[in-house]
């Protein structure tokens, strides 16, 4: 299995500009998360599905934050207009039925001059 | 409000020397928790974990010690290498429905070990 995989690697957009960050899930698993990363912070807790439905979306820092997880395979996370604010690393996460532990992906780093 | 506290952002070891990482949490439900270790330019990594039920784990040269009066938890490296270098995140979760059985992640440390 691939793991985990984040797209793009790295973004650098402009202020106000739409921001979608994607993952694919380790096949098989039915949790996915996504985190950021900041230095003050750490890794914080943005939303997570389950079976593909959104459960807890309480980290989701504004209303122009938005994820979707169309199907078991993909999900996506949009930030629109994107502030400078946002610049952080973008993690998603995915965990099988009953595991303790996640399987991070790469994650995206994200600049927002 | 952290529920999950890392509060030394950085340590340094030599190698071949004992590194230790430390945790505090708040959250008395807490049940589970765990180290993940992160390099850059990479997603964090699961290391060791420990129930509430123990207070030790060992895994090779990693040993998790939890202290659950003093609601804190520690990771033990010996001997430390260079190739420890990383950053450590601490993570808990609590058995109960819900949100609350997501993983809470401390803010990190960084560890070098220098050679």
């Known amino acids: 299995d691939a793991g985990v995989i984040q797209s793009p690697r790295h973004e650098v957009t402009e202020m106000g500009q739409e921001v979608t960050l994607r993952c694919k899930p380790i096949?098989?698993?039915?949790?996915l998360f996504w985190y950021r990363q900041t230095m003050m912070r750490g890794l914080e807790l943005l939303i997570y599905f389950n079976n593909n439905v959104p459960i807890d979306d309480s980290g989701m820092p504004e209303d122009r934050f938005s994820a979707k997880m169309p199907n078991a395979s993909f999900s996506t996370l949009k930030i629109q207009p994107s502030e400078p604010r946002d610049s952080a690393v973008y993690f998603c996460?995915?965990?099988?039925?009953?595991?303790?532990?996640?399987?991070f992906g790469s994650g995206t780093r994200l600049t927002v001059v | 409000d952290q529920q999950v506290k890392q509060n030394s952002p950085s340590l340094s070891v030599q190698e071949g020397r004992i590194s230790i990482l430390n945790c505090d949490y708040t959250n008395s439900m807490f049940d589970y928790f765990l180290w993940y270790k992160k390099y850059p330019a990479e997603g964090p990594t699961f290391l060791i974990s420990i129930s509430s039920i123990k207070d030790k784990n060992e895994d090779g040269r990693f040993t998790v010690f939890l202290n659950k009066s003093a609601k804190h938890l520690s990771l033990h490296i010996v001997p430390s290498q260079p190739g420890d270098s990383a950053v450590y995140f601490c993570a808990a979760r609590a058995s109960l429905s819900g949100s609350a059985r997501q993983l809470t992640f401390g803010s990190g440390t960084q560890l070098t070990v220098l050679p």
């Open positions: 996460a995915s965990r099988g039925q009953g595991a303790l532990g996640y399987t």
């Open positions: 096949s098989g698993h039915n949790s």
